[in-house]
Structure formats: C-alpha cells, structure tokens
C-alpha cells in the first residue's frame, strides 16, 4: 500500500490513500474549473485553444480520479461547491489581468501540483503501482501546463512573485483542506 511507515497517530494506509484521491480529484476539479474562468475571459485570444488543450487534459485526470473514487468507495471533499466557485474565479481573475497572468496562475498551480504529486509517488509501494504509474503520468503533464506557461511569458507578468506566492498559497491550503474534509 504505502511505502512510508508513518509516525505514531498518522491514519492508517487505507485513509491515507482515500486522501489522497480525495485531495487529487478535488485537485483536478479546481484545475478544470481554473480553465474554464480563463477561457470565458481570454475565449478570442490566440491562448484560447491553448487553455482548450489544457482544460482536455485536466477533464481526463479528473474523470479518472472520479472513478477511483467510485471504485475504491471514497467519497469526494464536501467542498466541492467551493472549489467549484474559487476554481473560476482565480481562472476569471488572472485572465483579466492579461495572458501573461493567466499563464503565471498555471506556472504557480502546476509548481505545486508537481511537488504533491511527486510526495504521493514516493509513498504509494508495490501494491499501488497503478495508482503510482497514474499519478506519474498526471505530473509529467502537468509539469508540460507549466513549462507552456513559462514558454508564453508567465514570468513576465507585473507583480509576478507575488501572485506567484499568493496563488501557491492558496493552493497548498485547498489540498490540505481537502483531505480532511
């Protein structure tokens, strides 16, 4: 199940990966729901089809993060409905501070996704190679949403540090958030 022997008090390996779906899929909620705020907003820019590709990508590992939670009878973060508005908004707002913040926005997501993921990897063992392989193969794509975000400029956004911080803020307390709840 999981590699890592835990201290005293950590949950047990099942909770733990009921967690970490749960945490994932909200993860992947988010992110399609970040897109879909840029692309309102940015829907005849020439980053359109772009955010298009992206948002595809994010629907195929939230749907299969959906199944996982179906098949392994793990029920979904209760705030959903928040992640869902908070989701759109950070989309929405970054979009209205131009490409360049909208392509900040997925540097900053994708920085954190990369670590978490990579956290979640080097805990699952043998038993969950599947889910290892799954969750790998989520990174390495997100790691291109971030690479694609630098190559159109993110880094070139006014105040770029700091929405940088602010949205990697956020981020990290969503997943916390959504493993417990």
């Known amino acids: 199940m999981i590699t890592s022997p835990g201290l005293p008090g950590d949950p047990p390996a099942e909770k733990k990966l009921a967690r970490m779906i749960r945490v994932d899929h909200a993860g ?16 005849h820019s020439d980053k359109a089809p772009l955010l298009a590709a992206m948002q595809a990508e994010e629907e195929r590992h939230l749907n299969t993060f959906s199944a996982l939670l179906a098949e392994r009878r793990v029920r979904p973060t ?3 409905p928040l992640w869902h508005i908070a989701g759109f908004a950070l989309g929405a707002a970054t979009a209205l501070l131009g490409e360049r913040a909208a392509m900040a926005c997925t540097v900053a997501v994708e920085e954190v996704i990369d670590a978490h993921y990579a956290r979640q990897a080097g805990f699952l063992g043998a038993e969950e190679g599947e889910l290892r392989e799954t969750i790998e193969q989520f990174r390495a794509e997100e790691i291109a949403h971030r690479d694609i975000g630098l190559a159109h400029e993110a880094e070139k956004t006014p105040g770029y540090r700091v929405l940088s911080a602010v949205i990697k803020s956020g981020c990290r307390a969503a997943i916390a958030l959504s493993e417990v709840f």
């Open 78 to 80: 209760a705030l959903l």
């Open 28 to 43: 992947e909620y988010g992110a399609r729901r970040i897109y879909q705020g840029q692309r309102a907003v940015l829907r």
